[in-house]
């Protein structure tokens, strides 16, 4: 007799993402650079410095700051869910968690049925 194919899990489905906060990543120089583009940080202390040196450059600095503000609220206004409601993302991040529990539950009794287990020589 021949042994079965190993079932196939159903296909994934591709549902929309919740809004959430960028997750921890590895710091490499390119990530490095990304989070820099998001970052208010170095232009205010820019601007510190230059006035703390009574600096005629605080005044372009400024200009940057307003301009790194406008670029974010673009950004910020593009994502995807922020059209919804708090309440509306929180029902969407419940039921995105509960589609990964069910799906984890799934993998687990596929992985218990010894279909996967290599056979020993």
């Known amino acids: ?3 079965l194919p190993p079932p196939q899990p159903p296909p994934p489905v ?3 993402q919740p809004q959430q ?5 590895p710091q490499s ?3 490095l650079k990304e989070e820099e583009n998001y970052s208010f940080l170095p232009l205010v202390h820019n601007i510190i410095k230059c ?3 009574d600096s005629p450059d605080v005044h372009q600095d400024l200009n940057a700051l307003k301009i790194k503000f406008q670029e974010m609220r673009k ?3 593009t994502m995807p869910g922020i059209q919804l ?6 029902q969407q991040l419940y039921s995105l968690r509960e589609q990964v529990r069910t799906k984890n539950e799934l993998l687990q009794k596929y992985k218990s049925l010894c279909m996967f287990e290599i056979p020993k020589e």
């Open 21 to 25: 906060s960028p997750a921890p990543r």
């Open 29 to 31: 120089p390119a990530c």
């Open 51 to 53: 006035m703390d040196k």
């Open 14 to 16: 591709a549902a929309p």
């Open 75 to 77: 950004l910020i206004s």
């Open 1 to 3: 007799t021949k042994p």
């Open 85 to 90: 409601s708090p309440e509306q993302q929180q």
